[in-house]
């Protein structure tokens, strides 16, 4: 006699045949299927409807960033913005004030491209934040020239051959100007020490310094 227990057989409706009355089996792979499918494009459904699959309605768009109003004069005209915090004076100047003669370019405060004068004092106006400047005096290259006369390091500038492409010529200026006036012009050396963050790719270097010293010294 065989101890192999008897085969057991799937009755149509995906239960197996013998199973005490009222039992729950597993559904038969078809079953299980069909039921996935359905739930699948249910689903789908709602996320199409823009709802998420746990009900929630769509997220609101998110706030707008804070800003604030700044006063500052510009070039010798007060100018009064309001801004994201985040703004740098760079972009203050460019995309606010369409003031675009200062450049962006490493837009890390390394080249110099981006330089002005805040209160007297070079900086790069890429890592200054506009709302940190309120009340303070702002001078670009559009504010170097009287009318149709160029301020004397512009007129050194064209005199010494001083730029090439031109990209850096006026961080370079107004880096140059701010040197002048801070009195770091005794030598070359000393020029060149003191515009050192200021970087020419077309290497003028030498011209730059000459403007500078003719500038400085009537040379």
């Not at 031109?166 to 070359?188: A, F, K, L, R």
């Amino acid at each position: 006699m065989s101890t192999e227990p008897p085969e057991s057989t799937v009755s149509p409706e995906g239960s197996p045949e013998g199973s005490p009355e009222g039992s729950v089996s597993a559904p038969s792979r078809r079953t299980f299927i069909a039921i996935t499918a359905v739930g699948g494009a249910v689903v789908v459904g709602g996320l199409t409807a823009g709802q998420s699959v746990f009900g929630a309605e769509p997220a609101d768009a998110a706030e707008a960033p804070p800003g604030s109003r700044v006063s500052l004069t510009v070039n010798g005209e007060r100018r009064t913005v309001t801004v994201d915090n985040r703004t740098s004076l760079l972009d203050l100047l460019r995309e606010h004030l369409g003031l675009t003669g200062s450049k962006k370019g490493c837009n890390a405060g390394a080249c110099g491209a981006c330089t002005v004068l805040v209160d007297g004092r070079r900086v790069n106006s890429c890592l200054t934040l506009a709302v940190r400047l309120d009340g303070a005096e702002v001078t670009t290259i559009e504010g170097l020239a009287k009318g149709e006369r160029l301020h004397p390091l512009q007129q050194a500038f064209i005199d010494q051959d001083a730029f090439q492409c031109g990209y850096c010529t006026s961080g370079q200026i107004m880096s140059g100007v701010g040197c002048i006036d801070e009195g770091h012009t005794g030598s070359p050396e000393e020029i060149r020490e003191f515009m050192s963050g200021n970087i020419c790719r077309c290497g003028c270097y030498v011209k730059i310094v000459r403007a500078v010293e003719q500038t400085a010294h009537g040379k």
